[in-house]
């Protein structure tokens, strides 16, 4: 099966371009001799070294000629070349950023841990992942991750509750979908805005189907570090891995850096991981990922658990599912669509009802009749028409 994963040779979206790896190198290395010679060849890659070094003028020369992931490493390695003792003239100038990254992150941990008291007052259980879960877990520094919203996960049957406290605190969905519609969807979380910040309710662990079981034992096995209910490392590092391969707008290379940081904080049950890529068929982005880590040596991984994860079978499904996850597609397309209600449901016929569902709620459409009959136009106006103006009208 692994044979038939060509999509993934040379796949754009998951592993770092030469130029970015660098930069990560920089950003997480331990050894000040091989992160300044790689920040050096990054430099020279972006000819950065020909800029002139007025005050306040450096940081915009190099921020706005850099792709959007790699602006969001460049306060990692400011922190990084301050941890080390680095005194480096272009580093410094990435200061400004780092304080301000740093405000942005603190006043978002403040909403975080109201929010949290609501959860413990309503005893609504919760689990933090990714970007401050992880500033506090590996990071020890708030500076470091540009962090631009809160994931919180609570029990599927608890979200209502949750929206009901936030919206007290007029904390407002950026949909107007109704709840139970969303429930019954593929989606898997909720956006809320208050002001600038955001906060993600998520359902599920992740956009990867990992089914009732896993859910359950993830959020038995949560931790408590400085006041707030986080993951293991082991879970972290799944969650990091999975997250990376799923095609993104900006690029998502900072998984990378993730991904480091989780595993020199120490992963003490490799086979937990190992045995949730096989129940869970999530052997690809967990073997391809720390495969890339350590080819790259920016990772210690026992041999012994990447041939565990390169033995693991691979069912087509799962194939399909990241053949759509990994690719610069829209989510809505049917075929997307599709495939994904598969892979979420037991049966066929499950998956029928889950696609009714999805579009119902993604067309807003009052019953399933409209449904359908919106459904029928549209295929063949794709089949028959070129011109998609005609029926377009009359169906408005």
Not at 232 to 247: F, K, P, V, W
Not at 267 to 296: H, M, Q, T, Y
Request: hydrophobic letters at 40%.
């Amino acid at each position: 099966m692994r044979s038939e994963l060509k999509f993934l040779k040379g796949q754009p979206y998951f592993y770092p371009a030469e130029n970015e790896l660098l930069l990560i190198k920089a950003a997480v290395g331990n050894e000040e001799d091989e992160v300044l010679f790689n920040f050096e060849k990054w430099i020279n890659h972006h000819c950065f070294s020909d800029f002139q070094f007025t005050k306040n003028h450096v940081l915009p020369q190099v921020y706005d000629s850099l792709e959007e992931g790699s602006k969001k490493i460049l306060p990692m390695v400011y922190s990084n070349f301050r941890h080390l003792e680095i005194d480096h003239h272009l580093v410094n100038q990435f200061a400004g950023f780092h304080r301000y990254v740093t405000y942005k992150n603190r006043m978002l941990r403040n909403e975080l841990d109201v929010f949290v008291d609501y959860l413990i007052e309503d005893s609504i259980p919760y689990y933090i992942k990714k970007g401050l879960a992880y500033l506090s877990l590996y990071y020890d520094d708030y500076g470091a991750r540009v962090t631009q919203d809160i994931d919180i996960v609570i029990p599927k049957h608890l979200v209502e509750n949750a929206l009901d406290r936030l919206d007290q605190k007029d904390w407002k969905s950026t949909t107007n979908w109704k709840m139970n519609s969303i429930m019954n969807s593929l989606t898997h979380a909720i956006t809320v805005k208050k002001s600038s910040y955001e906060i993600d309710l998520h359902w599920q662990f992740s956009h990867h189907p990992v089914g009732s079981k896993w859910n359950q034992i993830i959020i038995e096995n949560k931790k408590v570090h400085d006041k707030i209910n986080v993951l293991s490392n082991e879970m972290n590092l799944i969650d990091t891995l999975t997250h990376g391969y799923r095609h993104n707008q900006v690029r998502p290379i900072r998984w990378v850096c993730d991904s480091c940081k989780i595993l020199s904080s120490g992963i003490e049950n490799w086979k937990f991981i190992v045995d949730f890529a096989k129940e869970c068929n999530a052997s690809l982005p967990i073997s391809d990922g720390l495969k890339f880590l350590k080819r790259e040596r920016l990772s210690h991984i026992p041999e012994e658990v990447l041939v565990e994860l390169a033995e693991l079978p691979i069912i087509g499904s799962s194939v399909k599912y990241y053949q759509i996850s990994s690719q610069p597609t829209s989510h809505e397309q049917l075929k997307n669509v599709i495939r994904n209600a598969l892979i979420f449901s037991k049966n066929p016929v499950s998956a029928i009802i889950k696609i009714l569902k999805h579009y119902r709620l993604v067309w807003n459409q009052p019953s399933y009749l409209h449904l359908i009959f919106n459904g029928i136009l549209i295929t063949i106006e794709k089949i028959f028409f070129k011109r998609k103006l005609f029926l377009r009208s009359i169906r408005n």
